[in-house]
Each structure stands twice: as structure tokens, then as C-alpha cells.
DNA sequence: CCGCCATTGTAGCGAGTGCTACAGTTGTAG
DNA sequence: CTACAACTGTAGCACTCGCTACAATGGCGG
């Protein structure tokens, strides 16, 4: 049985998907949800503490996601995959609210800054899991997510700028190769 | 001469690198540049417009800065002194409010998505002459330039969760490497 | 039936927002 | 001196914000 209060969290999230962190006002929200703003902060203590639960939800849904992809027959695949997977119609919604949130935590504001850190360590952690699983090392997987996972944060970012310009299919193949060049070296370090 | 308007501009752009893009307010603002919200809309025809120039003010100091690099020898190297260049105290600043006006334009809000793209064409125009002027042929640079201008961003935005991380500085040096690797190659596409 | 507790509606507070109307006050050109 | 334009201060409008005080309503255990 779903309480009353996760039950609005989701129903918040996906509103939030859409319209954004930014302007997000709880009067507008309430009414969407068929409830009021009165109600939200008698379940959520206050709009910090509902942003944080939309922030977690968003998050658990891309983890989720992520840790749900197929092991793939090495490296470069997985990485094709896990972009396919992060473009894919649901998850880009809750990556532009992670870069949104992520950019909101830029100058330390709460809840944002907390939030987003610990839904980075889930989401690191469940991408190195997918590498590992396609034949990375558990010792170089950490180097490997880490460039990964900073490139694909950009693409997202500027995805509305050049969303469907070759170049940008071209650099996701170049960070496929990349990866597993990392993934595969004995490098320095 | 320096026309006043100008000069709001530039003392506006060091009032709002440090305080955020986000809950910048006309009368906090001008009371700290010695004026009144009055005279900003005054100078400036709205708040968008004060924050379109705001905008332009930063952007301009990251590209000149960028510009002002000399040659390196090498695709590598060229990447490490552009990433010594970004964090330096001047331009991360800078940065971290193109990503923050980067994330608020995500939505397609205005007057950010408009200016951040004419923003990115310019920095990724004057990051593209720093590789061309460091070996990088002129053919390759574009390549070169998305994986590098989209993980220096995704490194930006996690800045506050991981700087000084010896991971991140690792994956820089692997950032070099990849960028180097597309600059040389003579593969697909 | 009573009392309790979770839940909800109404109304409003105090603060802050971008912006504007209006009345000056300069400095300068004719 | 005058007229005009550039500039600036005062006051306030109309609105939204998160949040709260207060008073119900409803159902359930005793």
C-alpha cells in the first residue's frame, strides 16, 4: 500500500518533469494534482522537503533504468546502450531535471546541493555496475564512469541546442571509443 | 569612453557571478552596485535584458580568455592549459554561470536558450582555434571540440560535489587523451 | 454516543517581485 | 534665459510567494 504522501511525491515528479524545478510554484502544482497547496505542506513539511522527495523520485527512476539495461557485449556497446537508454523519451525528462537540480546545487542552495550529491553516487554507481558487467574491470570502472558520466551530464546540457545535429551522434560514438579505450588500457594510474 | 550602462553591466556580472543567476533580484542588486532598481530599468529596458547582458559580459571574458591562450604544443596539451584556464579563480566563475544559464534555458526559457546558444557558438568556435593553432587539423576540430566542450561542462556541473577528487583529475588527463585520439585518427566518418 | 485523530477547506499574513507614474534635478545646446 | 533631454528619487501598484491560524469534517475505537 502507496501512503497518500509518495503517492503525491510521483504525482509531483512527473508534473516537475514537465514544467521544470525553477518556476516551480506550489499553488499551480496543488491544482494540477486536484489538491491545494495547504494540503502539499500538510504531507510534505514544506516546499524544500517536497522538491527533495520529487528530486529522489526522479532519481530512483533512472537508477532503476539503468540498473535494468542488459549487460552488453563490451565497453563501446554499453555505452551506445546506456545513451540510448538516457535519450529514450522517459529518462531524458528526469536527466534534464538532474542537470537542472545539479545546476540549482552550482552555489551550495539546499536541497538541491544534498540531493543531488547523493543521486550522483547512486547513478555513478549503478553505470559502473552496467561497465563492469560488459567487461570492464571493477579497478578501472571508476576512471571509465567518471569521463563518462561528466560527458553525457554535457550532451544533456546542450541537447536543446544541437538536439539531432550529426556531430553530436558522431561525439557520443567518439566516447563509446573513449571508454573503452580507458576501460581497456594499462595506463598510467 | 564607458558608457553607464556598460558599466552596470560589468558590476552586475561580478554581483551575479558570485551570488547566481537564480534568485537574483533587481533591489539586492542595485543596492549593492550603489543605485536603485529604478535606475537598472532605467539602463536596461527589463530584467530579462539586464540578464541577456549580464550574460554577454561573462561569455565575453571566457572566450577572450580562451583566445588569449597561446599555441600548445600538441592536442593534449592544449586541453590541459583549457581546463588550467577554466578552473582558474577568473573563469570558473564564468562557467559555473553558463551552466546555470544553460540549465535554466533547458526549458526553453527566455532570454537564456537564446543567448546560451549564441553563447556555446562562440566558445566552442574560439575552443575549436585553440586545437587548430595546436596541431589539430581544421577538419577534425568539430569532432574534437563536441567531446571536449561536453565533458569540460560535465565536470563543471559536478565541481562542488568532487573537487579535488584525484578521480576527476584523472579523468581530465583521460579527456586529453580522447580528445588527442580524435584529433589524430584517421577513422570513420 | 463520545472523544480522538488524521485530513481538509478558507482565509489571510508578511514579505518580496518586476515594474511604473510622477515629480523633480541636472547639464547643455540654442 | 530658455527649452529640452538625460537622469534620478519617492512612492506605490498589482501580484505571487511560502506558509499558517483556525475551524471544520469524517471515520474509527472505546
Same mark, same amino acid.
Given at each position: 500500500?502507496?501512503?497518500?504522501?509518495?503517492?503525491?511525491?510521483?504525482?509531483?515528479?512527473?508534473?516537475?518533469?514537465?514544467?521544470?524545478?525553477?518556476?516551480?510554484?506550489?499553488?499551480?502544482?496543488?491544482?494540477?494534482?486536484? @489538491?491545494?497547496?495547504?494540503?502539499?505542506?500538510?504531507?510534505?513539511?514544506?516546499?524544500?522537503?517536497?522538491?527533495?522527495?520529487?528530486?529522489?523520485?526522479? %532519481?530512483?527512476?533512472?537508477?532503476?533504468?539503468?540498473?535494468?539495461?542488459?549487460?552488453?557485449?563490451?565497453?563501446?556497446?554499453?555505452?551506445?546502450?546506456?545513451?540510448?537508454?538516457?535519450?529514450?523519451?522517459?529518462?531524458?525528462?528526469?536527466?534534464?531535471?538532474?542537470?537542472?537540480?545539479?545546476?540549482?546545487?552550482?552555489?551550495?542552495?539546499?536541497?538541491?546541493?544534498?540531493?543531488?550529491?547523493?543521486? %550522483?553516487?547512486?547513478?555513478?554507481?549503478?553505470?559502473?555496475?552496467?561497465?563492469?558487467?560488459?567487461?570492464? @574491470?571493477?579497478?578501472?570502472?571508476?576512471?571509465?564512469?567518471?569521463?563518462?558520466?561528466?560527458?553525457?551530464?554535457?550532451?544533456?546540457?546542450?541537447?536543446?541546442?544541437?538536439?539531432?545535429?550529426?556531430?553530436?551522434?558522431?561525439?557520443?560514438?567518439?566516447?563509446?571509443?573513449?571508454?573503452?579505450?580507458?576501460?581497456?588500457?594499462?595506463?598510467?594510474?
Amino acid at each position: 500500500m502507496t501512503t497518500r504522501r509518495e503517492e503525491l511525491a510521483r504525482a509531483a515528479t512527473d508534473y516537475v518533469l514537465e514544467h521544470g524545478l525553477v518556476g516551480l510554484s506550489l499553488r499551480p502544482l496543488a491544482a494540477r494534482l486536484g @489538491t491545494s497547496d495547504r494540503m502539499l505542506l500538510y504531507h510534505f513539511a514544506s516546499k524544500d522537503d517536497l522538491v527533495a522527495a520529487v528530486l529522489r523520485v526522479a %532519481n530512483d527512476r533512472s537508477v532503476a533504468e539503468v540498473r535494468a539495461l542488459p549487460a552488453a557485449p563490451g565497453v563501446r556497446a554499453a555505452v551506445l546502450a546506456l545513451w540510448a537508454a538516457v535519450t529514450s523519451p522517459r529518462l531524458s525528462a528526469c536527466q534534464r531535471m538532474y542537470v537542472e537540480a545539479a545546476a540549482l546545487g552550482l552555489f551550495g542552495r539546499e536541497p538541491y546541493a544534498s540531493v543531488v550529491r547523493e543521486a %550522483n553516487r547512486d547513478w555513478v554507481a549503478a553505470v559502473a555496475e552496467l561497465l563492469v558487467a560488459s567487461g570492464t @574491470t571493477r579497478e578501472r570502472a571508476p576512471r571509465a564512469v567518471a569521463l563518462l558520466d561528466a560527458a553525457m551530464t554535457g550532451f544533456q546540457l546542450d541537447l536543446p541546442l544541437d538536439a539531432g545535429d550529426p556531430l553530436l551522434e558522431q561525439a557520443v560514438l567518439d566516447l563509446a571509443d573513449a571508454v573503452a579505450a580507458i576501460a581497456g588500457a594499462q595506463g598510467s594510474a
